[in-house]
C-alpha cells in the first residue's frame, strides 16, 4: 500500500488522497526547488557584484540635464521640462514631518537597504508577472535618485540593471542623509516643480517650513505619477491620493490616529497658477500630448527627466491666432467672466494631424479641458447626422420637405421664434436650420439609423433612444463632432487625429514616427458631397453667414434651449474646426447663438490655417441644388421684415435662421430676404404624424419618453 497523507478539507468527514510518491509530482517539486536555487545564487552573485562597485567620483556637484521640449510642427518650442523653482534645501531645513511622508509613500525601507531592494525587486516581478502589467514598483529612492541624475529613461532591462549599479555605487559615496537631500532637490513633482522646496512655492505659495501635515503629504504624493495627482489638473485625485500618504504614515507609526483623521479632512487650499504657464501657448494641447505619449509607453517620469525633443502637429500661428480669437471675441459680446468659455479644436481630415488645441480662454484659472472632456448638449450642430442618414436612406437634397407644425408622439418641436415657411427643399431646412423638418426626417428614417451613423463616424458619448436628438438634445464633445464633421471633409472617409509626429532622444536618435493616420471609410463619397454641398450654403446663405472666410468652405451652427450652448463646426477640404462656446454653470448666454462668438472664432482661426493651401476645393462629384422660389405661402414683405427684426433685438431673442453678426453691421430686410418667406405660426394648422413603434427587439437602446427638448438652432 503506497504512502499518502491526508489533508482535512472543510466540511467534516470529508477527505482527498493525493499520492505524494507520484513520478509527475516529484519531478515538478524537484523543478521548483532548483529554480528556486538558481534565482538564490543569481541574487547573491548579483548583490556580490554590487557590492564591488567602485563609487561615483564629484557626485555632490552634480545636477540633472532637464531639457525635453515640445515642439509645434515648424519647430516653434511651445513647452520645455526646466525646472521653474530650482533652488537646493538642507535636509535639516525639510520638515521632518515631509521627510516621512516621502520615506513612506517612496522607500520604506530607505535607512535598511544598501540602495536596492532586491526581495522587493523579486516581489514585485512576480506580482507583475501574474498580473500581466506593471501594478508594483521596486525602484527605491536610490535608484529613482540615480535615473534622474544620470540614466535615459528607456524601458529595457539593461537600464534597470544599470539602475541597480548606480544606485549602488552611489551608496557607497555618499551617506543615507545626503541621498535623501539630493532626491528631495531633485525629484519632479509636478507643474514645472524640481524640488520640494518649489514644490511648496508653486502649489501653496509657502516656505517649506509653513507647510501643514495634510499640504506636506499631497507633496509626498506626487513622485508617482505628478501630472495625474497634481491638484491643479484634478483636486479630486489629489486628495485621494494625499489621504493614502496620511494613511502610510499612520500604519508606520509617524503620526497618531487623531492627527491622522483630522488631516484627510482639510480642505486642499491652492495658490493660484505658477506664472510659468503664463509663457506656455498651448498648455491644453500639451496635456493631450502628454496623454499620447503616456499611451504610448512613455511614464510622466520618462518624459520629464529624459532629454526628449517631442514635435508635435500643431500649427503654432494657427494655434496663437485661436487664443486671441477666443478672447477678443468673448470680450467683444460681453463674455469677460470666468465662467464664460470657449474651446476650440482643429484637424486635418486628410492625415489626423492636430492643428489647433484650446480647451478654454485661460489655463491659469481652469485645467478644464472643454475639448475632450466637457459633454454639453449640441443643438441643431447634430442635424448633419440626421440628414446625412436621410441622403444614406435615398433622399435628395431637392427633395420637398413641409416647414409647418409636427407633433411626434406627446413630442411637438417648434422653429426657432415660431417661424414657419411651408414647403422648402431639404438642402433649405438644413440651410436655415429647421426644427420641425429635421424631426419630420427622424421620423421618416428612424431613430436607430441616425444613431448607428453618428456612431460609426465618431460619436462615443451616449445617444438616448429618443426623438429629441434630431434638435440636439443628446450631449456631445467638441472633439467626437469634430471628429465627425471631418468624414464630410475627407470624402466619406473617418480618420483619427494624433498630435505627435516624431520622437527624438537627447542625442537625435528617432525613437518613434507617426505611421500613417487610421482611417475607414464610413460614408459613400456621394453622401459626402451631397453634404458638403448643403453644407456650403449654411456659411453662403443661411445660419452662418459670419463664418464666410471668402474660400469653399462648409459648416453648422448650433444653439441650444436659452443659448446655453453655441457652436460652430465646419471644414475646407484641408482643415475641420470646431468651436463651442458657453458657461461653466450651464447659465444661459442671452442672445448668443452658434452663428455669432463661434462663427466669429472660426473665421478668425481659420483664416490663418488655410493659408497654406489657398483657395483649394472639394474634389467631389457635381451636387446641383436646385434654385427655389416660395409658393403658396404668406410672405412678409420688407417693411414687416424690418420690424419683426427690431422686436426680435429688443427681446434679445434672434433667430438662428437670421442671425446677425453685429446689429449694426447689415441690413435687416436684406437678411431676411437672402433666407426665406416666413410666415407666423398661427396661421399654419398643426399637423399629425404617426409616431414611430419601438419593437421590443430594438432594447439595444432604451427607449425614454418623448417629452420637450432644447430647441436646435
Known amino acids: 500500500m503506497g504512502n499518502y497523507s491526508i489533508p482535512r478539507n472543510r466540511k467534516r468527514g470529508s477527505y482527498k488522497r493525493v499520492n505524494v510518491d507520484n513520478p509527475a509530482v516529484g519531478f515538478i517539486t524537484t523543478a521548483v526547488v532548483f529554480a528556486l536555487g538558481v534565482v538564490l545564487a543569481g541574487m547573491i552573485a548579483f548583490k556580490l557584484y554590487l557590492m564591488s562597485l567602485p563609487p561615483i567620483k564629484n557626485l555632490n556637484s552634480l545636477k540633472p540635464n532637464i ?69 508594483q ?134 495658490s493660484t497658477m505658477p506664472v510659468m504657464y ?13 496623454k499620447e505619449l503616456q499611451k504610448l509607453g512613455f511614464s510622466e517620469d520618462d518624459i520629464v527627466n529624459g532629454g526628449y525633443k ?50 478654454g480662454k485661460d489655463y491659469t484659472k481652469s485645467q478644464y479641458d472643454r475639448v475632450t472632456q466637457s459633454q454639453r448638449p449640441s443643438g441643431s450642430a447634430f442635424k448633419p447626422f440626421i440628414y446625412t442618414a436621410a441622403i444614406e436612406k435615398g433622399f435628395s437634397p431637392n427633395d420637398m420637405l413641409d416647414d409647418m407644425p409636427v407633433k411626434i ?20 431646412a438644413l440651410m436655415v436650420s429647421s426644427n420641425v423638418c429635421a424631426a419630420r426626417l427622424m421620423d421618416e428614417i428612424g431613430v436607430r439609423p441616425v444613431i448607428q451613423l453618428a456612431r460609426v463616424m465618431g460619436i462615443s458619448t451616449p445617444i438616448p433612444f429618443d426623438y429629441t436628438i434630431a434638435l440636439g438634445s443628446n450631449s456631445v464633445k467638441l472633439y467626437e463632432m469634430t471628429r465627425a464633421f471631418g468624414v464630410f471633409a475627407n470624402g466619406g472617409y473617418k480618420v483619427e487625429p494624433y498630435a505627435i509626429e516624431r520622437i527624438e532622444s537627447s542625442r537625435g536618435t528617432v525613437l518613434y514616427e507617426a505611421k500613417k493616420a487610421r482611417t475607414s471609410k464610413v460614408l459613400n463619397i456621394n453622401t459626402a458631397a451631397t453634404m458638403t454641398a448643403i453644407m456650403k450654403t449654411v456659411i453662403t446663405s443661411g445660419t452662418g453667414r459670419a463664418a464666410n472666410i471668402g474660400k469653399p468652405a462648409a459648416g453648422k451652427t448650433g444653439t441650444t434651449d436659452d443659448s446655453k450652448d453655441a457652436y460652430f463646426i465646419g471644414f475646407t477640404p484641408d482643415i475641420v474646426t470646431g ?135
Not at 408622439?409 to 433649405?428: A, E, V
Request: glycine residues 6%.
Open 310 to 359: 517631442i514635435i508635435t502637429t500643431l500649427d503654432y500661428k494657427a494655434q496663437i491666432k485661436a487664443n486671441e480669437a477666443i478672447i477678443k471675441n468673448l470680450n467683444a459680446w460681453g463674455m469677460n467672466k470666468d465662467i464664460n468659455q470657449a474651446a476650440v479644436f482643429s484637424f486635418s481630415p486628410i492625415d489626423g494631424r492636430i492643428l489647433v488645441y484650446a480647451g
Open 278 to 290: 503664463a509663457t506656455n501657448k498651448a498648455p491644453y494641447f500639451c496635456d493631450y500630448v502628454m
Open 137 to 270: 514598483g521596486a525602484s527605491t529612492i536610490t535608484q529613482q535618485l540615480s535615473r534622474i541624475l544620470f540614466l535615459s529613461n528607456e524601458r529595457t532591462f539593461t537600464r534597470k540593471i544599470k539602475e541597480l549599479q548606480v544606485a549602488a555605487q552611489i551608496e557607497k559615496t555618499i551617506s543615507k542623509d545626503k541621498i535623501l537631500e539630493m532626491y528631495l532637490n531633485n525629484v519632479y513633482l509636478g507643474s514645472g516643480a524640481y524640488g520640494v522646496k518649489g514644490a511648496a512655492r508653486i502649489y501653496f505659495n509657502k516656505n517649506l517650513n509653513e507647510l501643514t501635515l495634510p499640504e506636506m503629504a499631497l507633496i509626498a504624493g506626487l513622485p508617482q505619477a505628478p501630472s495625474v495627482y497634481s491638484p491643479y489638473n484634478n483636486i479630486k485625485l489629489a486628495e485621494k491620493r494625499r489621504n493614502q500618504v496620511l494613511l502610510r504614515m499612520y500604519k508606520m507609526r509617524y503620526i497618531n490616529k487623531e492627527t491622522y483623521e483630522k488631516a484627510k479632512k482639510e480642505p486642499i487650499k491652492l
Open 579 to 713: 468651436v463651442w462656446v458657453g458657461n461653466d454653470d450651464n447659465s444661459k448666454m442671452g442672445g448668443i447663438t452658434g452663428g455669432t462668438i463661434p462663427a466669429q472664432i472660426w473665421r478668425d482661426v481659420m483664416l490663418v490655417a488655410t493659408e497654406p493651401y489657398a483657395n483649394s476645393d472639394f474634389e467631389y462629384p457635381e451636387v446641383i441644388l436646385n434654385p427655389f422660389k416660395a409658393s403658396g405661402v404668406k410672405v412678409i414683405n420688407q417693411n414687416d421684415a424690418k420690424k419683426s427684426f427690431e422686436e426680435d433685438e429688443d427681446k434679445s431673442s434672434k433667430d438662428e435662421d437670421n442671425e446677425i453678426i453685429k446689429p449694426d453691421s447689415v441690413n435687416p430686410a436684406e437678411i431676411i430676404q437672402q433666407t426665406l418667406p416666413l410666415v407666423k405660426k398661427k396661421d399654419i394648422p398643426t399637423v399629425e404624424v404617426k409616431q414611430e413603434r419601438i419593437e421590443p427587439a430594438q432594447a439595444n437602446y432604451a427607449p425614454i419618453p418623448l417629452t420637450s427638448a432644447p430647441v436646435g438652432q
Open 409 to 428: 408622439g406627446n413630442w411637438t418641436p417648434r422653429n426657432y421664434g415660431n417661424k414657419y415657411r411651408g414647403k422648402i427643399p431639404l438642402y433649405t
Open 67 to 135: 531639457v525635453t521640449t515640445f515642439c509645434a510642427g515648424d519647430g516653434q518650442i511651445i513647452k520645455t521640462f526646466a525646472a521653474y523653482t530650482y533652488s537646493n534645501v538642507e535636509l535639516k531645513e525639510v520638515p521632518e514631518q515631509l521627510v516621512k511622508a516621502l520615506i513612506a509613500t517612496e522607500d520604506k525601507n530607505f535607512y535598511k537597504h544598501s540602495g536596492y531592494d532586491m526581495f522587493g525587486l523579486v516581489r514585485s516581478m512576480v506580482a507583475n508577472a501574474l498580473a500581466g502589467k506593471v501594478v
